[in-house]
Nanobody
Framework: QVQLVESGGGLVQAGGSLRLSCAAS????????MGWFRRAPGKEREFVAA????????SYADSVKGRFTIARDNAKNTVSLQMNSLKPDDTAVYYC?????????????????????WGQGTQVTVSS
């Protein structure tokens, strides 16, 4: 099972940018679909973005569409989330997740229940 470690969180003013990274252990990173989720204080975990194992397919939550960009580098075993035009409502702990798909369909997954492994999370705080 892949091990995931997020980095890049922090405190930023509204309108600013942050780039989150998720480093995965193992040698079969291209066999995993990846996703980013977040949990704000007092709220349930919610979908942010997802990417297929090749990187050819991706999806975003409506709340971040046009502001966030998910990308992956299978040679470096990393997935990133570029976050621009940040808003106070983006404040949350952000989690990277993986779903093992072997060499199956090149698809992305938006349901957190389908993911096999999770990172420890990284805090993003956006001040107004």
């Amino acid at each position: 099972q892949v091990q995931l470690v997020e980095s890049g969180g922090g405190l930023v003013q509204a309108g600013g940018s942050l780039r989150l990274s998720c480093a995965a252990s193992g040698r079969t990173f291209s066999s995993y679909a990846m996703g980013w989720f977040r949990r704000a204080p007092g709220k349930e975990r919610e979908f942010v973005a997802a990417i297929s194992r090749s990187g050819g397919g991706f999806s975003y939550a409506d709340s971040v569409k046009g502001r966030f960009t998910i990308a992956r580098d299978n040679a470096k075993n990393t997935v990133s989330l570029q976050m621009n035009s940040l808003k106070p409502d983006d404040t949350a702990v952000y989690y990277c997740a993986s779903k093992y798909v072997a060499h199956g369909a090149d698809y992305y997954y938006t349901n957190d229940r389908t993911y096999d492994a999770w990172g420890q999370g990284t805090q993003v705080t956006v001040s107004s």
